[in-house]
């Protein structure tokens, strides 16, 4: 080997382990849970800081362990994995999994499958706190909408940015409108 042949295998080297690290500080630094696991759910291979964050569970509580215990619904997880398997990807699907203290946490996760390994590469991110907000948001609007309806008063509303106006049946009846 010439030192030109050396000198080009260590620049190579070099160049590899500085995207290592490059890789490495992304994944870990992410504000979005990483994680690899194998298909059949029997181990958890790899993850990030964030993904330990959302499930509020150490290094030593995840590394090894199986993550089909987290699912919540083993039945959804068996239907992402047919999905993945048939498709090779999921994207935006949401699930539900426990976290360490036993609560469930609403997830949204994306994952990709490595057919030759059956492992799943994915992101997840917690929207427990959407979903509840969604949840008020509808409660309220149910009240509001039982409110007026036994109110038996005429109710609009007008929405000045768009211009569109919203009549309720006693409002039209009042009037002596259709709904048209």
């Not at 382990?17 to 979005?32: D, G």
């Not at 590394?63 to 498709?87: F, H, L, T």
């Amino acid at each position: 080997a010439s030192i030109l042949d050396i000198t080009e295998r260590k620049r190579t080297d070099e160049l590899l382990r500085a995207r290592e690290e490059q890789y490495h500080n992304l994944f870990n630094n992410s504000e979005v849970g990483m994680f690899v696991t194998r298909l059949d759910g029997s181990e958890v291979l790899e993850f990030n800081e964030k993904y330990l964050r959302i499930l509020g569970y150490t290094r030593e509580d995840v590394v090894g362990k199986p993550s089909r215990i987290m699912w919540v619904d083993q039945s959804e997880r068996d239907k992402m994995v047919e999905k993945i398997k048939a498709e090779g990807h999921v994207t935006d699907l949401e699930c539900d999994l426990f976290n360490k203290q036993g609560e469930v946490r609403h997830c949204i996760t994306s994952l990709r499958l490595y057919q030759d390994t059956s492992i799943l590469e994915g992101s997840i991110q917690d929207i427990t706190e959407r979903k509840r907000a969604e949840e008020r948001v509808h409660a309220i609007t149910e009240r509001l909408h039982l409110a007026t309806t036994s109110a038996k008063a005429g109710v609009w509303d007008w929405d000045l940015q768009t211009n569109e106006m919203i009549w309720d049946d006693r409002m039209r009846e009042l009037y002596g409108l259709t709904h048209e």
